[in-house]
C-alpha cells in the first residue's frame, strides 16, 4: 500500500555569483554543500523537489565565472543533489551564457547524475520524452518554458528550447504530458527583474498554461 498524496518543493533561482564560489573554493575544487546546510532538512523532506539551476554548470568548458555571463562551477550540482533535490530545469534567461555549448555541457553533468533535467532539450524526441517521476503511485510530470533567453539558440543546433510566444508546442506538450501523467508541473521562466510585482504578461501566460492543464506553475 501507499500514502496517495506527494509534496512537491519548487525552488529558485540558484545562481552563484563570483564571490560565492570564491567562498566556496577549497583550494583544489569547490564546496558548495554549506550553502545548502540549514534548508536541506526541508528540501530533502519533500517527496519530489525541483530547482532551477539558473546558470549553466560548464567548467568543463571554462573557468568559473560571475555577472553577467555565469559559468558556475559543477561541484554546486553536487551540492544540490545532496540537498535533496530530484529534478533540476535548465529553462531560463541566463541558459546560454557560456554558449549553446555550455547547455549541453550542463545537460550532459545532469544526465550524468541521472538527474531528470527540463529546459534543455536534444530534440524533439526528447523534448516529448517528459521527464515524468512517479512518486507514492503518482506519476509528475516535469515540464519547462521560458519568456525569453539572454542569447539566441542558433538554428544550425538540433537543441530546442520551448518559448512562451510558442503556444501551439506549448498547449501540446502540456496536453500529451497530461494523458501520461497525473500532475503536471510547469517550470515557467518569466517576468520582471528587480520587482516584486507580477506583471499583466504573467497573469495572462499563467492562465492559459492552466487552461491547456497545467496542475502547478
Not at 140 to 146: D, I
Not at 149 to 175: C, K, Q, W
Not at 193 to 217: P, S
Request: hydrophobic fraction near 40%.
Amino acid at each position: 500500500s501507499y500514502d496517495n498524496s506527494i509534496t512537491i518543493l519548487g525552488v529558485g533561482d540558484n545562481l552563484a555569483h563570483e564571490q560565492g564560489f570564491l567562498t566556496a573554493s577549497t583550494g583544489s575544487g569547490y564546496d558548495f554543500r554549506p550553502f545548502y546546510k540549514n534548508i536541506k532538512p526541508f528540501i530533502s523532506s519533500a517527496d519530489l523537489a525541483t530547482v532551477n539551476q539558473e546558470t549553466p554548470l560548464a567548467t568543463a568548458l571554462g573557468s568559473a565565472s560571475g555577472y553577467p555571463h555565469f559559468n558556475t562551477p559543477t561541484e554546486m550540482g553536487d551540492a544540490l543533489i545532496d540537498a535533496g533535490f530530484d529534478v533540476a530545469n535548465m529553462g531560463n534567461n541566463h541558459m546560454f551564457d557560456m554558449g549553446v555549448d555550455g547547455a549541453y555541457v550542463t545537460r550532459e553533468y545532469w544526465d550524468e547524475k541521472n538527474i531528470p533535467c527540463t529546459g534543455f532539450y536534444y530534440g524533439y524526441d526528447d523534448l516529448f520524452d517528459f521527464r515524468i517521476v512517479e512518486k507514492n503511485g503518482i506519476k509528475v510530470a516535469f515540464l519547462s518554458f521560458v519568456e525569453m533567453t539572454n542569447d539566441e539558440l542558433p538554428s544550425s543546433y538540433s537543441a530546442i528550447v520551448v518559448y512562451m510566444n510558442d503556444p501551439d508546442l506549448v498547449r501540446s506538450m502540456i496536453e500529451e504530458a497530461k494523458e501520461k501523467a497525473d500532475i503536471v508541473v510547469v517550470h515557467a521562466h518569466w517576468g520582471d527583474e528587480n520587482t516584486d510585482v507580477t506583471n499583466d504578461y504573467v497573469y495572462n501566460e499563467a492562465q492559459k498554461l492552466v487552461g491547456w492543464g497545467a496542475d502547478i506553475a
